[in-house]
């Protein structure tokens, strides 16, 4: 190769090489203002992936445990075997069942994942706007024999109930929580000792309070709940105010509405749930309107209880 090729490749080798050392080096500076870390992206497709996966919610499905008529004993003793108590509870719950009426079962709905809070399987709307403006309000569902409780429009607990039964249903519309008694009897016997009972409307003698569970509406008009659920609501309830005399209603209590008809003498609405997860699901839709024609009332209660408590407030 000629002299003059041989002084020019070299010039361009070098020219090369510096250019490569130049990039090597910026490449190293980017990798270490990002952390030392080979792949500066990698942080962020990490950080996105937890992201999607956090807001994905898991589908609940429903699976039958089935009670034979004449092998009941053999498949309650399998029930207690395969399900430890908190998820036996669950379980229950789920079916409108208490532990003394699970004897009562016949085919049970069982979710594939447990929750003892029962959050998990809310048949009702976690947040509804239009309730924003109220702080606390009862929803009592006739259809899936279920009650919800929601604080500013959120959902923060629900569970089983057992309302009336065809003979002796309980009032729908929207009533308001009026006195509380730990430990209150009966008016229809005085054999029945109801506990943690809130009355809802003080003529007719309907209240919510803990009283069995047997898996289908059977109270006399009341609102049946399970212990835990009947503690839980006794201690949250707003009840009315009266004057110094207790003759003069001041103030209601927390609102309360009672909704939607049973399909009497039809399947039980949860045994849908093995089919289909989301068949006891109340809309958002339906909720608003349900809600809608109390609404106005609902809030000229609540702004009166507030006056009459700062009234109270600056008297004492």
Not at 25 to 31: A, F, L, R, S
Not at 58 to 87: G, L, R, V
Not at 250 to 266: E, L
Request: hydrophobic fraction near 40%.
């Amino acid at each position: 190769m000629p002299a003059y090729l041989m002084k020019h490749f070299r010039f361009l080798n070098l020219f090369l090489a510096i250019i490569v050392l130049a990039v090597l080096v910026q490449c190293k500076k980017e990798i270490r203002i990002s952390g030392n870390v080979k792949n500066p992206s990698s942080e962020t497709i990490k950080k996105d992936t937890v992201k999607k996966v956090e807001e994905i919610k898991p589908q609940i499905t429903y699976s039958a445990f089935i009670f034979p008529t004449k092998k009941k004993d053999s498949a309650m003793a399998a029930f207690n075997k395969e399900f430890s108590e908190e998820e036996r509870y669950t379980i229950l719950a789920l079916n409108r069942l208490d532990s003394k009426n699970k004897w009562r079962a016949d085919t049970l709905a069982v979710p594939d994942i447990f929750d003892h809070t029962l959050m998990a399987y809310s048949p009702f709307p976690k947040s509804i706007e239009t309730l924003k403006e109220v702080k606390k309000m009862v929803f009592f569902s006739y259809p899936i024999q279920a009650y919800a409780l929601y604080e500013s429009g959120k959902l923060i607990k629900w569970g089983p109930t057992s309302m009336g039964k065809k003979s002796a249903q309980t009032k729908r519309g929207l009533m308001f929580a009026n006195w509380k008694k730990e430990l209150a009897i009966s008016t229809v016997d005085s054999d029945w000792k109801l506990p943690f009972n809130v009355n809802v409307h003080n003529t007719l003698g309907i209240g919510w309070h803990q009283y069995d569970l047997p898996g289908f509406p059977a109270s006399h008009s009341c609102l049946r709940l399970l212990m835990d659920d009947a503690k839980y609501l006794y201690n949250w309830v707003d009840t009315w105010i009266l004057n110094k005399g207790g003759a003069t209603l001041k103030a209601n209590g927390t609102p309360v509405i009672v909704f939607g008809d049973y399909q009497w003498g039809g399947k039980k609405p949860w045994k849908n749930l093995i089919n289909n997860p989301v068949s006891n699901d109340i809309s958002l839709d339906e909720m608003n309107e349900i809600i809608k024609p109390h609404l106005n009332k609902i809030l000229r209660e609540q702004k009166n209880r507030e006056e009459v408590e700062a009234r109270s407030s600056v008297e004492e």
